[in-house]
Structure formats: C-alpha cells, structure tokens
C-alpha cells in the first residue's frame, strides 16, 4: 500500500533478520533460566511475534520478517518479552530505531544493547494546539496578560493494555507558581477530538500604563512554560497510564500573540535514572528498510523500455538487465526487481533463457552447470519463489505440518541418540518421511507452475546442446534448481518459504535437515550416492534408496516439468490455503433478535471460500464462498472505536466487521481476499466506509439500511494471486541500484574503452565485468546512465518543490519530527551549494 503525495506514490518495506539475544539477565529463582521470545513494532503497535525459545538467557531466533508499511511511523522498536504463565509476560528489555537513522544499520548484522523500558518512555503519537498570548483590561483599569491554550486534537496515541480512554492535562509552569487543568476523558480512541480552551493568566499590572510587558514580566514570561500531558484513565489500582507530554517556553510568544501547529508528543524526564547500557544483554538483527518514492508511469519508459528488450540484445552481456547485474554488489539486489519487472511485463521466460544460454556456453564441466551464485541462478530462485509458493503449499504443507506437530524421533546419528531412543525405530520414522516427501514431490509435475516449466525446458536444451555427449546433464540442469533449490531449502527452513510461521525448533530442525539432504541427493542423480555423504550414519541410511524405482520416479518427474508439449492441469481447482489466522468479528446478525457483539474467531482463507470457527480445526461456524465476496474494505475508526478494521461485504448489503490485530495484518488480509475475488462478476463499485448503527450510516447518514455507497471502492487489483507486482516501482528501484552504484558504472564504460579489452589480456581492476562486445555494451551503459541521470533531476526537482510547500508543524510534519529536521539541513545545504 502507497502513501499517495502530490504526484507520487510513496512506498515503505522492511525487512528483518532476528538473530539472537544473548547475556539476558537471570530469573530470579532458583531455577535462573527464562522463557523468551522477540516482537517487532512499529512505534508500539506490535506486527510480529518470533517463537518462545525456552529455558536459555542466550535465545536463538534465526527467524526473518517482511512487511510493507501501511502508514507512517517514528520508530522501528523490538522488545524481548520473559513469558509468565500466570502473570502478564514481563519485558525485559527493548532495542528502539529512530526512522531517520534506519539507513546506518542497512543490511548489516549489528548487535544492539537491550535498553530498559518504563511507562514514561514509550511515547507516540501528536497533539494539535493553539496558543494566545493577549492583554485584557478590567473595568478598574488593571491589565491582565492572558494565555489562551486550546487543545484541538490528537493522533496515533498508544493503545494501553487493549485500551485507550485519554484525556489531556494543561499546566502553566513558572519558578514560583504551577496552575493545572484537565479536559474531558475520550472514551475507546487514540484519536481525540477535545476542542476545549483553557485560560491562564500570565502577568498582573497594577495599572493601566503601557500596551506591552515591562522589564520584569518579560523575565516571568521568559521562565514560564506551558505542559501539556497525555493520559490514559485506567481503572487499574495502579493509576492513569501516561502517554507523552509536551513542554512549550513562553518566550517564543513574544514575536507573535499566537501560534497554532502539530507537535509530537516526547517521552518524561526519567529523574536521570542512572542504569547501565549492559545490564539487560544485547539483540542481533539484521534491518533492510526500503522507501521508495514512484513517478507516474511516463517518468520510467526510457530506462523501463531499456530494460525490457534486454533478452533481445545480443550479446544477452551487453543489455541493460546483465549490466545491473554486473555492477550490483550482490546478483540477489538485482535478481529481485528484475524478475518482478519481467514477470509483470511477461518477459521472465525470453530474459531468463537468454541470460542461462550464455551462461552455459560459459560453463566447461557438466557437473558445475548452474552451480555458482550467479545472475541466472538467482534470477531463476526469485521466479520460482513468487511463482512457485502456491505449489509448495499444495504439495510439502501437509507433511510439514505433520513433522513440526508430531515430533518423531528421527535421529540417525548414534552419538546424538537421546536415552530411551532406539536407532532403528528412529530410522524407519525419517525413512517414511523421506518416502512420503519424495512421492508427493514426484507426482506433482502437472501442479507444477507454467511459467517455472517454460524455463525448465529452456534449460534442459541449452544443456542438452553444449554437452551432447553427457546424457543426463538435461536433467541435472533442471534437478539442480527444482530439488537443490527449491524443494530442499523449503523443507529446510520451512518458515522461509512460507509453510510455518516460524522457524522450528531443535528436534524438529534436525529432522528437516536429515530429510532435506536426502531428498537433495536422491534429487541430484549423481552416479555414485553414498560418496555424496561425508557422515557414514548418512550413506548408511541413504541404502534404503539405491533403488532404480527412486532415479526413474525423479526422471519421469523431470521430464514432465521440462517438456514442450506438457499440459497445465489447473491446479488452482484444488483448495489451496492462502491465509489464516485469529481475528476478532462482529455478529452479522444472520438471526432476527440477538447481541450483535465481537467475538475472537479463526479465520480460514482458501482459493474457494471464506470461513471462519472457534478454534483451529473446529468445523466452520461460516462459511462464504469466494464468489459471494463483492467487496473489501478498511472500516473508519468512528463506527465501533476499535483500529485495524474491514469489512466484506456480500449479496444482500450482509457485511462481516472484522478486526485484524495490527496495521500490517489488516493491510495483508484486505490485500489477498481482494486478489481472490477480483474476478467476481457482480463486484461493487461503491461502498459504505462507516458502519450502519442506530438506524443510518455514519458515513453519509443515509437512513435505509439498502442505500448505495456513497464512496467508490478501492482500485482493482490484478486476478493473480500469486504475481501482484507494480511495474513502475521496480523500475524506479532498478533506477534507485543504477544511481548506487554509478561509479562501477563508469567503471564499466572505462572498461569497455580500455584497449585491453579489445586486444589483450584485461586490467586487474576491469577482470571482475563480463563484456563479450565492448561496442554494443558501451552503447547501453551510455543510455543507462543518460536515464538515471534523467530520474535524479525529477527527483530532486520534485524534492525542492516540496521543500516550498511543505510547513514545519503542520499535521505530515508537526515540530519534533527530527527526519523532517534533516530533511530541512540537507535541502539547506544543497541550496547553499548550488548559490
């Protein structure tokens, strides 16, 4: 989801990588161990949650995060959590990252020490104030300065323990004086409309003398400030929760009576509390944060048009697409907005076959054919994991499931066999998982992705035709990326794929490794298998399977997914879970009389229907078809005070109100049933955005309860669940690499110059490019940099526009927003520079 600016989209991504914590502080009991585990928030709403490692001040999480950003926020945060199972889990420590200072940390492992954490620190949100200082003369002739203080509203307050009722406290602070006043309380929002103005007054006049302050109620005004405090009215026995406060100098009145803008809300001063950095232990994480700032479609055509007819050029070397490659530090920063380009453009299979043919010709083993980290081998990871996710859901989530739910002992290992555990049982056990795993592996061609297949064959000729001589390197070129790449690693890290949602624990870890190198050999149709093996309980186990049957059954299987002439059988008819989780619903009020109250659900999503049951595994108490779904769309704070709701609407105006836990898994589940119902022939083209309670729509306060939407519906999306990709922002990220690595691009064209490489053996400096045509790959490095150079002056002339426009204290960027601070420095500078 994009921030909409004035002519551009804005969109926010994070990536995260959660290590491990290490030196926690002891329990304090005898046993000194603690249950841990790790959430992600963005400010204080928590959008992810890793597994509880148990019994261990050093917890290993190994667990990675994605998410795209639906709104604005302040702070990147990560709290460990000690779980209590009788009190509310306590937290130990947390690690807090300022936006602006996201970048520092970008793609590196960085070890961050835990920071304490109390009430007086967590702090978001913005209030809205108004300020006027005047004089007022009395019927006695006494002047009276005045101060007006009118707290208009609030935005983004915390939510406090499932609540938030807040008030505001007004306080006029001096060195001998403190007068405090308090608004109403705000039932069930973080979002408070007060609208009330308080009066204070400031200064005293024994008589009417002059219109402005003497000498000495300039040093009272000078040393006086107004506070305001925000609270949360608990009914707790521990008292009202604070929320943030605001401290605002007198002084600044004294150039103008009056002042009105938007302000963050700060943390209270702590009482110099004086705790040591290293007392909690440290956090390893790993932060990608992506912000992308994308033009109208036009903006992008040279470089976008470029980069298309990259599968054209010939050399494939000298294009666009190979050249990003080239000058990337990493061929996975390139792989990703390429394949997302040329599979929205419909140009993956010509592009990728391209690239893989002139690898080939490169290769002079058979046995090291798409081996190494390259382009192509890349590229092809990134294409079978947007396009083949689906299929890993259909044919290893049941097993996988089994495993990590089952717990069979499947050590093989005599030396790591735990007491009680007997070696044959436990071989039997991994043996029928492997068999199980390889059978729906082997039987799964005709589910197998179109698009993953037109490559397959493409690689199997391009083989088949630099190594005539080798019979089985058609199949070898296709095994190494379907079985080394795809199955393996998705049965090894099952969370990275998408088939748990977190990563498993020890015993069950064990089991998928020892599974997934089998199921990796057993795929490889290497001549001599046990060889494959370092540890001999492997080549041991591995005997089971010296059978023809399992060489044949991966060859059948082989040749289905890489022929020419293969059909696709649909395998969207078969139900495939895309979603589910708890979520908390409102009646529909199916039946005439009844509380139409909220209740905590599992909510199911297949590509057939809709359901929702009490628990996991219950029957469905609901059930709607997915063709019945005629819209889906957020629901406005106002209707039932609660955030992070939508609505599916269906036949008949019955609506389903269903709150989601946080901003990230709203935005995820309105995305994906929108998806899924895209195609349905009777969908709306208008909604209503608030509910219908006591007999008309808050919305538009229509009274009949069949009245039309008054809001057009959200854009379509496309029908493809699996490949919802927006061609412009990865063009503007390609753009975004191009602009990164500039100097290897003029690297490049010195390279392509360079006589050496027309005539003679290469510079050391220029050994790292492949350039099999100097001429044609000087051309396009010289358009390339023509269209970056081109984009780099939109941009910065759209940034300088905004500069003009944009106000310091308005509701985007209230006073304390330190990344606009920056901002505001660096567009200083730059037009410093340019006078």
Not at 241 to 257: N, Y
Not at 781 to 802: F, N, P
Request: with cysteine; charged share 30%.
């Amino acid at each position: 989801m994009a921030v909409e600016e004035e002519g551009l989209r804005v969109f926010q991504s994070v990536r995260i990588k959660i290590g491990e914590a290490k030196n926690l502080p002891t329990y304090p009991g005898p046993n000194k161990m603690r249950d841990c585990y790790c959430t992600v928030n963005l400010d204080q709403e928590e959008v992810f949650r890793t597994k509880i490692v148990e019994k261990s001040l050093c917890p290993f999480y190994g667990e990675d995060f994605y998410c795209e950003i639906p709104r604005t926020f302040r702070h990147l945060s990560f709290y460990i959590f000690d779980r209590d199972v009788f009190r509310r889990d306590s937290i130990i420590g947390k690690v807090a990252i300022q936006k602006e200072d996201l970048q520092k940390y970008h793609n590196r492992d960085t070890w961050f020490q835990l920071q304490h954490v109390d009430a007086d620190s967590e702090v978001q949100g913005k209030v809205h104030l108004e300020l006027r200082l005047s004089e007022v003369i009395t019927d006695t002739g006494v002047v009276c300065h005045k101060l007006a203080t009118r707290v208009l509203e609030c935005q983004g307050l915390p939510i406090v323990n499932g609540q938030c009722d807040p008030y505001a406290t007004v306080t006029l602070a001096g060195p001998s004086r403190s007068e405090a006043k308090k608004t109403k309380v705000k039932k069930k929002t973080n979002n408070p409309h007060f609208d009330e103005v308080f009066y204070f007054e400031v200064t005293r006049h024994s008589s009417y003398k002059k219109s402005h302050f003497d000498i000495e109620d300039v040093d009272e005004v000078d040393k006086m400030e107004i506070r305001v405090d925000l609270w949360n009215a608990s009914n707790l026995k521990f008292g009202d929760e604070f929320l943030g406060e605001l401290r605002l100098p007198l002084k600044f009145l004294r150039q103008s009576s009056s002042y009105e803008a938007w302000y963050f809300l700060q943390p209270r001063d702590n009482g110099n509390k004086s705790l040591k950095p290293d007392d909690l232990g440290s956090l390893r994480l790993n932060v990608v944060y992506t912000e992308d700032h994308v033009f109208s479609s036009d903006y992008y055509s040279p470089l976008r048009d470029l980069l298309l007819k990259s599968a054209d050029v010939e050399p494939v070397s000298a294009s666009a697409a190979h050249i990003l490659g080239e000058v990337c530090r990493e061929k996975q920063e390139a792989a990703i907005p390429l394949v997302r380009l040329f599979l929205h453009y419909g140009r993956i299979v010509p592009f990728i076959s391209a690239i893989a043919n002139a690898e080939v010709k490169r290769t002079q083993d058979p046995n090291t054919i798409f081996r190494g980290n390259s382009l192509t081998s890349k590229c092809i990871d990134e294409t079978m994991k947007l396009a083949g996710m689906h299929y890993l859901q259909v044919t290893l989530k049941p097993i996988i499931d089994e495993i990590c739910q089952v717990h069979k002992p499947c050590e093989i290992d005599p030396v790591k066999l735990k007491d009680g555990e007997n070696l044959e049982n436990n071989r039997e056990n991994l043996r029928q998982y492997v068999d199980r795993i390889f059978t729906v592996i082997t039987k799964s061609g005709v589910s197998c992705p179109t698009v993953m297949c037109d490559i397959f064959f493409s690689l199997r000729e391009s083989a088949a035709k630099r190594f005539q001589g080798d019979l089985d390197v058609r199949y070898t070129a296709v095994s190494s990326f379907i079985f080394l790449r795809f199955f393996a690693p998705a049965i090894l890290s099952p969370n990275l794929f998408q088939l748990t949602p977190h990563h498993p624990d020890p015993q069950t870890s064990r089991t998928l490794t020892l599974i997934s190198k089998t199921i990796q050999t057993l795929g490889s149709l290497s001549k001599s298998k046990s060889a494959n093996f370092k540890e001999s309980y492997m080549a041991t186990f591995y005997d089971y399977f010296n059978e023809q049957k399992y060489a044949d059954a991966v060859k059948n299987f082989l040749d289905l997914i890489s022929s020419s002439g293969r059909r696709d059988h649909k395998s969207i008819e078969q139900p495939i879970l895309l979603k589910e989780g708890f979520m908390i619903k409102r009646a529909q009020g199916r039946k005439r009389f009844g509380m139409k109250n909220f209740k905590k659900r599992w909510f199911r999503l297949t590509n057939h229907e809709f359901t929702y049951q009490k628990s996991k595994g219950d029957h469905p108490l609901c059930s709607i078809p997915i063709e019945n779904i005629l819209a889906v769309e957020r629901l406005e704070e106002e209707s039932f005070k609660m955030k992070n709701m939508f609505q599916v609407i269906q036949p008949e105006r019955r609506v389903l109100y269903i709150q989601a836990n946080n901003c990230v898994e709203a935005k995820d589940w309105i995305d994906i049933l929108t998806k899924v119902s895209q195609c349905n022939k009777k969908r709306l083209t208008v909604y209503h955005p608030s509910a219908y309670l006591n007999g008309h729509w808050l919305c538009c306060k229509a009274t009949a309860d069949n009245t039309p939407g008054c809001t057009p519906c959200t854009g379509g999306l496309p029908a493809n669940i699996q490949l919802d990709i927006d061609g412009d922002r990865e063009t503007e990220r390609i753009y975004s690499l191009f602009n990164l690595y500039m100097p290897k691009l003029e690297k490049m064209q010195e390279a392509c110059g360079s006589k050496s490489v027309y005539d003679g053996p290469e510079e050391e400096e220029y050994s790292t490019f492949i350039i099999d045509d100097p001429k044609e790959t000087y051309k396009t490095l010289k358009l390339i940099i023509e269209g970056v150079a081109t984009l780099e002056q939109e941009h910065a002339q759209y940034k300088r526009d905004k500069f003009k426009k944009t106000k310091y204290g308005s509701q985007e960027h209230p006073i304390g927003d330190k990344s606009f601070q920056t901002y505001i420095r660096q567009q200083s500078e730059i037009s410093a520079h340019s006078i």
